[in-house]
């Protein structure tokens, strides 16, 4: 027995002989002041903006604020339990949301966590959500296209890779739509899609990817969800960790495109979050840096130059406006921060022209610089015609005797317009939508009734893809309408409207 005793004194004795003290200096705060998702936290002398810090109950926050004697915390979840005098350590990184392939197919947080329930999500690599956008040497001209698969877009605002194309409208005009059958259109594309909701219901959210599942749309694309039962802080943050998810693919020599649906309630999220900051209100109770918001985010889609890889980001920012007004804080903002916009009218969508595309204010700045060769032969005029259509469909309505060219113009309109009308969530390759035009365009659906025109086009699609096969992929491979194209597209065109009745 005491044998034992002396082989326990002597382990002791060597264990204690062997100590050596380390000293760690960790800097903790505490909390002076909590509610509404906010806490102000003293202590945090050597704090960073946008810094992680981590509370008692293991909830997330960022370093908004820093003053001389505090630091304003926004909280990124639950706050119930914290109390003051709650401890707060800083986590010593900048708030980042892991990146990479291993993001392809998942639906996460606005912090990368993954909230589909398919387990962990292994990142290449994590990325700072706040970034600088590459400067101007780093970047080339706009020259490949993004196709939409929506006829009046691909031909009147085309949108190039590394363009910034806002998508603005009243709510229910039509703007989601927009977005998804884009993110539908690149399905065996090189295209990688990031779509980000802001501030929307979670049964919607889980709807959408529902729809995305089952067109096989997540096989490139990411969901990042920030939900209207989300914190503020969450709101505020989820766009650009989306922009940093598409980053990725962009600094890697990748194409993505990311959409923001929608800047309003993100301008609404940090509005929420700076009033309760104590940071001074502005026009319309914005703070002052709203511009900024904004800018700083869409300035990081870009189409890189080729020493810099080559890879593009390509932005979709969607936008509510209120009753039609165009000229408020926010949308102002961001259509002079974007490439231009598609403006989508709440008259044209009650009236069933869907997508309800406002040719006039609708403008793509630099995405002719992208459009093909073959929809930029067959589309060049079709935005004039349209336009004279208006002006004399409402010349027309006094009533007054017509001639011939005004009332064939007029007819004219009416079955573009009818061409230009398309169901949602079913894009149109570009060949089928270059005949399309091509046959609008040039006369060969004058003598169709207007109300058969979709008919038409149904049964013409169907035949250009099968008897016609070869000038459909003629087209398709080429991007181009060259003469002897033309004349078989035309020849195809007067062939099946023979038969067609």
Known sequence: MAEISHDIFKSLLEQVESFSPTIEAVEVGRVMEIGDGIARVAGLENIRFSELVRFNNGTPGIAFNLEKDNVGVIILGEYDTIQEGDEVRPLGRIASIPVGTGMIGRVVDALGNPVDGKGSIVASDYFNVERIAPGV????????PVQTGVIAIDAMTPIGRGQRELIIGDRQ???TAIAIDTILNQKGKDLYCIYVAIGKRRGEVARLVALLEEYGAMEYTTVVVASASDPAAMNYIA?????????WFMENGKHALVVYDDLSKHAWAYRQVSLLMRRPPGREAYPGDVFYLHSRLLERAAQLSESRGGGSLTALPVIETLLGDVSAYVPTNVISIT?????????????GTRPAMNVGISVSRVGGDAQTKAMKKVAGGL????????SLAAFAQFGSDLDKSTQQQLDRGLRLTELLKQPQYQPIPLADQVALIYAG???HLDNVPVDRVKEWQAAFVRAFNTQFSDVANSIAETKTLNDEQEAKLKNALQSFNASWS
């Not at 766009?239 to 980053?247: Q, V």
């Open 441 to 443: 365009t040039k006369g």
């Open 383 to 390: 935005r004039l015609d349209l336009a004279q259509f208006r």
């Open 137 to 144: 040497i780093e970047r080339k001209n706009v020259f490949s």
């Open 239 to 247: 766009p650009y960790a989306g922009c940093a998810i598409g980053e």
């Open 339 to 351: 490439d231009g916009q598609i403006y989508l009218e709440p008259e044209l969508f009650y009236a």
């Open 173 to 175: 005009t039509g703007k």
